[in-house]
């Protein structure tokens, strides 16, 4: 795997760094659940965009993080870091 694959974060790839990987986490527990974009912006009172951002992994502040984590029921555990 290239280093500029893991960077982007395509599909089939690691997730290399903490963003990414909690950004992916919400992204699974949104899907899971079935949940549209539409929906959790209603239940958290974020914006769509800031939603897309944040699980898109290009937006990760503290505050609305813990908001779609805490909505989605995801923990917000320490992750692993990975060499690069």
């Known amino acids: 795997m290239t280093e500029e694959a893991i960077k982007v974060g395509k599909a089939n790839t690691v997730e290399a760094d903490p963003v990414s990987q909690i950004a992916a986490r919400l992204r699974n527990a949104r899907r899971a659940k079935g949940w ?3 929906r959790l912006a209603k239940i958290t009172g974020l914006s769509i965009p800031t939603i897309s951002r944040t699980l898109r992994g ?3 502040g ?3 993080t813990k908001e779609i984590a805490d909505a989605l029921g995801v923990e917000l555990e320490p992750v692993e870091e990975t060499a690069a």
């Open 36 to 38: 549209t974009l539409e």
């Open 58 to 60: 290009l937006q990760a």
């Open 62 to 64: 503290v505050g609305s």
